[in-house]
């Protein structure tokens, strides 16, 4: 089955304390992407790339790490977390460019930074 | 930057009923719009992309607009269900084709 998942679905951490949020797709999409989405504010983009090594900011790329060293995983790493990280995460893919084809979400993250 | 709202926060229809959820963008007029649909605690799922040059698209009972003189998208849900209720979102391209814009979305919730 086509798809894109993440690891872990529910987490509870400190402030500080490394974490990296794993997202892996089985499509050979090139496309992945790290999204955020807060209450009234929507999905923002955090980070975003169009291949292997090549890495981009999105909207909100402060306190967030990625890699792309395979095709199929797009690591998000938060090296210190803080509070305002709090939030729900997606990861999608595409096979090309977010804009000319559908982004294909995973689960969700949601996350709680004490 | 390329700013997109989704201007209702809410909309109740009653069953049978067509849902009309609005889309607005500012600056330029993007490429293309996306549409998605996202339930309460999973990811979004695309529904459907309407190109700048498109004035119209239809898939089943969905039906979207692009209006490029009012900066604006509009999404029909046609003889709406309770299953339909859930988040809408638009979606535009911002800086080149790799990243994207969400609007906050618009929460349809049809009645019985």
């Known amino acids: 089955e086509a798809q894109v998942t993440q690891n872990p679905r529910y987490l509870i951490t400190v402030t500080g304390k490394k974490l990296t949020v794993t997202c892996s797709q089985n499509?050979?999409?090139?496309?992945m992407s790290w999204y955020r989405q807060d209450p009234g504010l929507g999905l923002r983009q955090i980070y975003y790339?169009?291949?292997?090594?090549?890495?981009d900011k999105g909207d909100v790329p402060e306190g967030y790490k990625v890699s792309r060293k395979e095709k199929r995983n797009f690591p998000l790493i938060l090296e210190s977390p803080s509070p305002n990280q709090t939030s729900l995460y997606f990861c999608?893919?595409?096979?090309?460019?977010?804009?000319?084809?559908?982004?294909?979400f995973g689960p969700g993250t949601r996350l709680l930074v004490l | 930057s390329q700013k997109i709202e989704q201007n209702s926060e809410a909309l109740n229809i009653q069953e049978g009923k067509t849902a009309t959820l609005t889309c607005n963008y500012t600056?330029?007029?993007?490429?293309?719009l996306q549409w998605y649909r996202q339930d309460p605690g999973r990811g979004p799922v695309f529904l459907l992309l309407?190109?700048?040059?498109?004035k119209e698209k239809r898939k089943e009972r969905l039906k979207v607009t692009f209006d490029t003189t009012l900066k604006q998208s509009l999404f029909h849900i046609t003889a709406s269900q309770p299953a339909d209720s859930a988040t809408y979102l638009c979606?535009?391209?911002?800086?080149?084709?790799?990243?994207?814009?969400f609007g906050t979305g618009t929460k349809l919730q049809v009645i019985p």
């Open positions: 999608a893919s595409s096979p090309w460019g977010a804009s000319q084809e559908t982004q294909y």
């Open positions: 499509m050979n999409h090139e496309y």
């Open positions: 790339s169009m291949n292997v090594e090549v890495t």
């Open positions: 600056n330029y007029s993007p490429a293309y």
């Open positions: 309407i190109r700048e040059n498109e």
């Open positions: 979606a535009r391209p911002s800086g080149g084709y790799q990243k994207v814009t």
